[in-house]
Structures are given as structure tokens and as C-alpha cells.
């Protein structure tokens, strides 16, 4: 049984973060008959949408927001793995434009492997990530898995007419990426025994930041589309953001947010295998003729990534000026345009 000292997280699982999501071609075949909203009338948002969370209408005005997110090490510090996985799951509630409430806990773990006590760091990361959301880690439930798990059940609450979704995008609004592209390359890397202490920090610390930027977005009426990019990267989310709101979107690859370095680790040909199944669903919708680096890029999974934001053209000096009174400073990566033969291009 591996102790604190000695312990490697990531040598435990398969997959890393939101890298070990399902791809989202598998994921269609398993979810093709779940239409819950046809019995639940009070269902807002179900699964049909592919949205971050499920929204229920409380009658009063407002709704309940629940979700559920949770995945294996992707990084080796126990307190860094619980406070990731569980900033990434708290990015839900603020993807639907809303405020969390609370949280439970989901853990697996190999207890006949990995002592007790490295779980319980994991469990004060997770903490840590609901005491900076103002909100009580209130429970959970454990079992005893051949790999560690760790993640949260999160519910939070909006006011409806509040709430944002994947799907409400229009035709010309600006697209904007609260977070740099690539922790999935850098993961990767770190697995691979080649990432360098410094690319490690960086990593850490934005998988570890939380997007609270998203409630504050829910009272801005000009904001028509939000979702936050996780597994399925940034252009598998914008794929069902286009699909759902009936559009295509154009995106200026010289404009996206990346973190510095990755060239580095993909000319070492390093890169999740997430990014492969992403591609191998979706990459149909792109348009043809990309470089590798922009597939690697888009493709990449994503874990506690940004909020792709989707406003109105004509307020965009004004969404750029409230951005930055919250310490972002945003610049268009795209639009989104009428419905094209293909749902992203790259200009």
C-alpha cells in the first residue's frame, strides 16, 4: 500500500481528468433515447441538449440546478486532484448562469493499494474548492474501486429568466474563451514523466480556479449562449452549442487563448488519447484541411476549462468593459454565423 511520501496519483488510471469521458459519438449511441423532458414538464433543461446541468422549475420564479462530475487523478498531489475535480464539477452551476449551494462527494478508491490517508487529502482539496465557492461539502458517498475516483454532486439555484444555456446562441453573436487551451497536452506530459515543474504550476493553478465568472453572466441579457469546455475540448463543446442553437461559428485560431509551451510537448508528440476519440466524433463538422496543431488544439480535453461565451454583436465594448472590472481581459476568438454545410470553420 503506496503512502503519501511515494505516492503518483496519475500511475493509477487510464485516463486523466475529463480526458477519460466518454467521446461524445459513444456517448450519442448511449443516450439516444433519453428524452426526460417529455414526462417532466417541470424540466427545463434535460439531457437533450447535452447541457452542463438539469434545471427544474421551482414555481416561484426560480430553479434548481443539479449536476454530477467526477474523474480520475490528473495530477499526483492528492489535495491538487480533490481541489481540481471538484472546482471542475462547481463549474456546472456557474455554466447555467447560477449560484451553487452545496455539494456531496463521489469517491472511489483502491483501498487495498492506496493508503486511507491520501483519500482524505483528496477530500480536503475538495473542500478547499467548495469553501472558496461559499458552500458546504455536506456528504457523499464511497466506494472501493480498482482506480482512484473522486468528483461532486453540486446543487445550485438561478432565477429563470436568469438562466443560460448551450443551445440559445443567435446568428453574429461574438464568441469568447474565459480560459487557455491545452491542460490536456500538459497533463499528458506529466504522465509522461516531461513536464517541467514550472508548465505543472500553471496547469494546477487554472484547473484549480473557479469559473465564478458564469453567475455573474446570468442577469446579462445580451449573454445568448454559455457552457464551459471540459472533455470534449473547445470545438466538441462548440459543436453542440451550433448544433443546438440551429448555427455554424466561425473561429480565428490566432486569437484563441493557449498556454504557453505547448509546442514544446507536441513536438515530443505528447497529447491524450481523449484527443483522438474527440476528433474520431466530431471532426466531420470541421472544416476541412486544418493543421495538426489546430486539431491537437481544438481537440484537446479540457478539464475545469473556461466558459465559451456567446453575446450579442452590438454589446461587445460593453461586455469587454464588465469583463474586465472582473479581472478578465476578453477578446473575441469567433462568431457565429447562419447554418453552413459544416459547424466550424477557422479563419
Known amino acids: 500500500m ?5 505516492i503518483q496519483l496519475t500511475s493509477f488510471s487510464h485516463g486523466a481528468g475529463c480526458g477519460c469521458k466518454i467521446s461524445p459519438l459513444i456517448l450519442d449511441t448511449i443516450l439516444k433515447s433519453d428524452t426526460p423532458k ?7 433543461v434535460g439531457n437533450e441538449s447535452r ?18 462530475d467526477f474523474f480520475m487523478p490528473i495530477v499526483d498531489d492528492p489535495f491538487d486532484f480533490g481541489k481540481i475535480a471538484a472546482t471542475n464539477a462547481i463549474s456546472d452551476i456557474y455554466a447555467m448562469g447560477g449560484t451553487p449551494l452545496m455539494a456531496i462527494a463521489i469517491l472511489g478508491w483502491p483501498i ?14 475538495g473542500r478547499a474548492a467548495c469553501a472558496e465557492a461559499g458552500i458546504p461539502l455536506a456528504g457523499g458517498h464511497s466506494i472501493d474501486s480498482p482506480e482512484p475516483i473522486f468528483g461532486l454532486a453540486v446543487t445550485g439555484k438561478v432565477k429563470k429568466e436568469h438562466l443560460k444555456q448551450n443551445d440559445q446562441a443567435t446568428e453574429n453573436c461574438m464568441l469568447y474563451l474565459t480560459k487557455p487551451l491545452g491542460v490536456g ?17 500553471i496547469s494546477v493553478k487554472q484547473m484549480s480556479t473557479l469559473n465564478a465568472f458564469g453567475e455573474k453572466l446570468g442577469p ?13 475540448g473547445l470545438m466538441g463543446h462548440l459543436v453542440e452549442m451550433c448544433d443546438g442553437s440551429g448555427l455554424s461559428a466561425s473561429i480565428d485560431f490566432n486569437s484563441l487563448p493557449i498556454l504557453e509551451n505547448l509546442d514544446a510537448y507536441l513536438d515530443q508528440k505528447c497529447f491524450p488519447g481523449g484527443t483522438q476519440r474527440n476528433w474520431a ?29 456567446a453575446i450579442e454583436k452590438e454589446y461587445q465594448s460593453e461586455f469587454e468593459r464588465f469583463a474586465g472590472q472582473h479581472g478578465f481581459d476578453l477578446k473575441p476568438i469567433g462568431n457565429t454565423m447562419n447554418k453552413q454545410e459544416k459547424a466550424i470553420y477557422l479563419s
Not at 487495498?112 to 482539496?125: T, Y
Not at 466524433?281 to 461565451?309: C, F, K, M, N
Open 38 to 44: 417529455k414526462n417532466h414538464p417541470l424540466l427545463l
Open 112 to 125: 487495498d493499494k492506496i493508503a486511507p490517508e491520501i483519500a482524505a487529502q483528496v477530500l480536503e482539496g
Open 281 to 309: 466524433s466530431y471532426g466531420h463538422r470541421v472544416q476541412e484541411g486544418i493543421s495538426e496543431r489546430q486539431r491537437l488544439i481544438g481537440a484537446d480535453p479540457q478539464t475545469s476549462g473556461g466558459l465559451l461565451i
Open 185 to 201: 497536452i500538459l497533463s499528458t506530459a506529466q504522465k509522461r514523466g516531461i513536464l517541467s515543474p514550472e508548465d505543472l504550476a
Open 2 to 6: 503506496q503512502k503519501a511520501e511515494s
Open 220 to 232: 446579462l441579457s445580451y449573454v445568448k449562449s454559455l457552457t464551459d469546455v471540459t472533455g470534449f
Open 51 to 68: 447541457d452542463d446541468a438539469a434545471v427544474f422549475d421551482w414555481q416561484n420564479g426560480e430553479a434548481v440546478i443539479s449536476t454530477t
